[in-house]
């Protein structure tokens, strides 16, 4: 089946600007985990889901960062009032299991490179 | 708090020289421990996993890793090198006992000259 899909893959925003990233799993997959890629740097966990709930969301830099998957499946980031330095590649990752003992391979959207100006 | 430290931003090889990157994280208790790459214009994939067991572990492409605990590492390793492993590539580990948060080092660019 298809990957993990992120949408839009571009996105150019003003300062002050409100955005929201969507992220759609591989079907069936349990886990969704969201990250920020910054330039030159390896992706940094922002937050994770398991089905709808947001189990961890310790990563997410500011309260303007705000992420749900109410359904279980598609998952959105929405950042309000952007900054610059939010400027960065937002990648998706999806995988099938919940036990956190036996942590399955995460499988990795294209992202969204989003630009603040 | 957890961290991954790749020792080298950027490695250039001939084809067929042998691999090494070098990989250190810091967590005192039980671990998984990963290998992504991320060739160009393409996704970040897993390249091999290490959960419990033979800490010498085989992936994809003939890559291997080995986990040392005494020294907190997981370094990368290839025999001969070929132009297409020319990619990035991204060490990361997460606390095996229940962590949700996988931490990524910087990257490792690598240049395979043909």
């Known amino acids: 089946g298809a990957g993990v899909s992120q949408s839009p893959r571009y996105k150019v925003a003003k300062r002050g600007q409100d955005v929201a990233l969507r992220c759609d799993p591989i079907?069936?997959?349990?886990?969704l985990f969201w990250y920020q890629q910054a330039l030159g740097q390896g992706p940094e966990f922002l937050t994770y889901?398991?089905?709808?709930?947001?189990?961890?969301k310790s990563g997410l830099p500011s309260d303007r960062f705000f992420a749900e998957r109410p359904e279980g499946s598609v998952s959105t980031l929405k950042i309000q009032r952007t900054q610059q330095e939010d400027s960065a590649v937002y990648l998706c990752?999806?995988?099938?299991?919940?036990?956190?003992?036996?942590?399955?391979?995460?499988?990795f959207g294209p992202g969204t490179r989003l630009l603040v100006l | 708090a957890q961290s991954v430290s790749q020792h080298n931003h950027h490695v250039i090889l001939s084809e067929a020289a042998s691999l090494e990157l070098g990989c250190n994280y810091s967590?005192?208790?039980?671990?998984?421990l990963f290998w992504y790459v991320q060739y160009p214009g393409q996704h970040l994939q897993l390249l091999l996993k290490?959960?419990?067991?033979?800490?010498l572990v085989k992936g994809i492409k003939g890559f291997e890793a080995e986990f040392i605990k005494s020294k907190f590492s997981f370094n990368l390793r290839k025999p001969s090198v070929q132009w297409s492993d020319t990619a990035e590539y991204f060490c990361?580990?997460?606390?095996?006992?229940?962590?949700?948060?996988?931490?990524f080092g910087a990257g490792t660019r690598l240049f395979v000259k043909a």
């Open positions: 967590y005192g208790g039980t671990v998984n």
């Open positions: 079907s069936g997959h349990v886990s």
């Open positions: 990752a999806s995988s099938t299991r919940s036990d956190l003992r036996h942590q399955e391979t995460q499988y």
């Open positions: 990361a580990v997460n606390a095996g006992t229940g962590g949700f948060k996988t931490i």
């Open positions: 290490y959960f419990s067991g033979d800490p």
């Open positions: 889901f398991q089905n709808e709930a947001q189990l961890d």
